[in-house]
């Protein structure tokens, strides 16, 4: 089964149907991920050691009528098209320098069932060798997006003392080894796609994405859980305290 394939499916059961309520134009939810295949493919780029680099950040312009319709499905579409981006660099052997991020914006010029894509190449932050690395970007940071500011408080094995805040800005946050990954943390016993951390209304979720070496909560280990203030979380040989105000 193809890429495009596997994202109908799970588009499918997402919302039994509710996107094909949704799209009554011309336009559909799997046009916009052939589209992302192409922005990718247009734009790749080989760089030093032979690694093909492409965009992992997606805008998608849409009418006013197309734009209104979306409004409900938007968040949960841009994670499918996240994902669908991931599994397709991953084919074609693509590299990203940062998390992949897709999001919708709308475009008064634009007659409905017609979209536009821009793209660009966003760094994404690093903890390694004891320090948070963030993105050199022209980009402002959203700050205090989430009730109780939500952050992550980073140590190592080797500097357990030296922690590093983490603020989560956005509704999911991709926690592992890859390039791709929101919080790449440089350690040989991160999975390459780690655990996800999920903003659910007032809930922030924990969920292991299957890890090679596990995730584990104050010293249990865990596929999935709600986090509190204070809780400890290990992958690898690095800890994240999370935190809320």
Do not use: W
């Given at each position: 089964?193809?890429?495009?394939?596997?994202?109908?499916?799970?588009?499918?059961?997402?919302?039994?149907?509710?996107?094909?309520?949704?799209?009554?134009?011309?336009?559909?939810?799997?046009?916009?991920?052939?589209?992302?295949?192409?922005?990718?493919?247009?734009?790749?780029?080989?760089?030093?050691?032979?690694?093909?680099?492409?965009?992992?950040?997606?805008?998608?312009?849409?009418?006013?009528t197309d734009s209104d319709r979306l409004e409900v499905?938007?968040?949960?579409?841009?994670?499918?098209?996240?994902?669908?981006?991931?599994?397709?660099?991953?084919?074609?052997?693509?590299?990203?320098?940062?998390?992949?991020?897709?999001?919708?914006?709308?475009?008064?010029?634009?007659?409905?069932?017609?979209?536009?894509?821009?793209?660009?190449?966003?760094?994404?932050?690093?903890?390694?060798?004891?320090?948070?690395?963030?993105?050199?970007?022209?980009?402002?940071?959203?700050?205090?997006?989430?009730?109780?500011?939500?952050?992550?408080?980073?140590?190592?094995?080797?500097?357990?003392?030296?922690?590093?805040?983490?603020?989560?800005?956005?509704?999911?946050?991709?926690?592992?080894?890859?390039?791709?990954?929101?919080?790449?943390?440089?350690?040989?016993?991160?999975?390459?796609?780690?655990?996800?951390?999920?903003?659910?209304g007032q809930q922030v979720i924990l969920v292991d994405?299957?890890?090679?070496?596990?995730?584990?909560?104050?010293?249990?280990?865990?596929?999935?859980?709600e986090l509190t203030d204070g809780t400890r979380v290990?992958?690898?040989?690095?800890?994240?305290?999370?935190?809320?105000?």
């Amino acid at each position: 089964m193809g890429v495009l394939q596997r994202f109908e499916r799970r588009l499918e059961g997402l919302v039994e149907g509710a996107f094909a309520r949704a799209f009554k134009s011309d336009l559909q939810p799997v046009e916009v991920a052939s589209a992302i295949q192409r922005e990718m493919d247009e734009r790749a780029a080989i760089v030093a050691q032979g690694r093909t680099l492409v965009p992992n950040d997606f805008v998608v312009e849409l009418s006013a009528t197309d734009s209104d319709r979306l409004e409900v499905y938007a968040d949960s579409l841009s994670h499918e098209l996240a994902n669908l981006a991931r599994e397709y660099a991953k084919e074609q052997g693509y590299s990203f320098v940062g998390p992949v991020r897709v999001r919708f914006e709308r475009a008064d010029d634009l007659a409905v069932g017609l979209f536009r894509i821009r793209s660009g190449v966003i760094r994404g932050a690093t903890v390694e060798q004891d320090e948070i690395r963030q993105p050199v970007t022209d980009m402002p940071q959203p700050r205090g997006m989430f009730p109780g500011r939500p952050r992550l408080l980073v140590s190592t094995q080797d500097d357990p003392q030296g922690q590093r805040s983490y603020e989560l800005t956005t509704p999911v946050t991709l926690l592992g080894r890859g390039t791709d990954c929101d919080l790449r943390l440089v350690d040989p016993g991160v999975s390459r796609h780690h655990a996800e951390l999920r903003v659910e209304g007032q809930q922030v979720i924990l969920v292991d994405l299957g890890s090679t070496n596990g995730t584990f909560v104050n010293g249990q280990p865990v596929r999935r859980v709600e986090l509190t203030d204070g809780t400890r979380v290990t992958l690898g040989r690095t800890t994240l305290v999370f935190r809320r105000d």
